[in-house]
Nanobody
Framework: QVQLVESGGGLVQAGGSLRLSCAAS????????MGWFRQAPGKEREFVAA????????PYADSVKGRFTISRDNAKNTVYLQMNSLKPEDTAVYYC??????????????????WGQGTQVTVSS
């Protein structure tokens, strides 16, 4: 069993930055890939970014590529999402997720085994 807790969300103006954190407990953190997803009101939950167990693979959604950076610190059992140049369309609840089966971090939400409760990010224009 893995418990995931996100933090770092908030209200920011367009063009600003936020750093989300996701702290994990339970199974050995370094044995699973991690992902960030987001869900805006009335929309499906969508892939944002993911990172492999050792951090060498980091796929991104096209909509955030070049603005967001995912990273992880296995010693601290934490994954991060640095979000720069934020836009109003980035407004959503952001979720972290863990997948313990795959070497290549998946983009599909159905392949993740554990989820956090989410943190709200609101970007004002």
């Amino acid at each position: 069993q893995v418990q995931l807790v996100e933090s770092g969300g908030g209200l920011v103006q367009a063009g600003g930055s936020l750093r989300l954190s996701c702290a994990a407990s339970g199974r050995t953190f370094s044995t699973y890939a991690m992902g960030w997803f987001r869900q805006a009101p009335g929309k499906e939950r969508e892939f944002v970014a993911a990172i492999s167990r050792g951090g060498g693979l980091t796929p991104y959604a096209d909509s955030v590529k070049g603005r967001f950076t995912i990273s992880r610190d296995n010693a601290k059992n934490t994954v991060y999402l640095q979000m720069n140049s934020l836009k109003p369309e980035d407004t959503a609840v952001y979720y972290c997720a863990a997948d313990y089966q795959r070497v290549i971090p998946p983009r599909n939400k159905i392949e993740y085994d554990y989820w956090g409760q989410g943190t709200q990010v609101t970007v004002s224009s």
